[in-house]
């Protein structure tokens, strides 16, 4: 659970899409295609941040258990099996430090937000900080971020998340894991394209 939406100033360019959206999926896509490296090299390491004993911090685990064996090329942690959380974020982000050259890493966790924020998605450049909706110190996380608004901030958080709606977290993890495989999708055709391109330039020279 980050810091809860619109109760804090940011300079980031924030875009927010309603997972009832009809267009929802192919939105949140693109939005991701937008915010992410340009260079097409850095490995992509998706952190699904939250635990399964809490219906509104599962938002992470279920997107990453509806995700991991659905990408080729981006690195998912955080499942519903295995959770990334409070205990053993620090040793995750160790992990992928040692792991991964340079990575660019996606955040994505749970948020409270005002009334009429909830059932947003929010994609935004830079990081979030884990844990800060429940007071919880721990490490910021992420190049780029996704916070799904689950419920009412304001007034006993914990007692709040333990009594959001499945059906809203599950309906906001289905749409955020089906952009990001259309995301990977995308990415890797433009990989491939600018691969083949540089192929080819090389050919010409050559001939």
């Known amino acids: 659970m980050n810091l809860k939406s ?98 660019f890493i996606i955040a994505i966790d749970a948020c409270l937000g005002r009334l009429k924020s909830v059932g947003f998605i929010q994609v935004a450049e830079g990081s979030i900080k884990p844990g800060a909706g429940v007071n919880k110190e721990l490490p910021a996380v992420g190049d780029m971020h996704i916070s799904g608004i689950v419920n009412v901030s304001g007034f006993m958080e914990f007692s709040v998340l333990q009594n959001t709606r499945l059906h809203l977290v599950m309906s906001m993890a289905d749409i955020i894991s089906k952009g990001l495989i259309e995301a990977e999708k995308h990415y ?19 001939n």
Do not use: W
């Open 188 to 206: 890797l055709e433009k990989r491939h394209s600018i691969r083949r391109n540089l192929l080819d330039d090389q050919d010409s020279a050559i």
């Open 6 to 103: 619109g109760l804090f100033q940011s300079t980031k360019k924030q875009d927010r899409i309603h997972y009832e959206d009809k267009e929802a999926i192919q939105d949140l896509s693109k939005t991701l295609i937008e915010h992410m490296p340009k260079l097409y090299i850095k490995p992509i390491i998706i952190i699904c941040i939250g635990t399964d004993r809490s219906t509104g911090d599962c938002l992470g685990p279920l997107v990453g258990s509806n995700i991991q064996d659905q990408l080729s090329h981006f690195h998912t942690f955080g499942t519903l099996k295995d959770p990334v959380h409070a205990v053993n974020l620090e040793e995750t982000l160790a992990f992928i430090k040692e792991k991964y050259r340079n990575p």
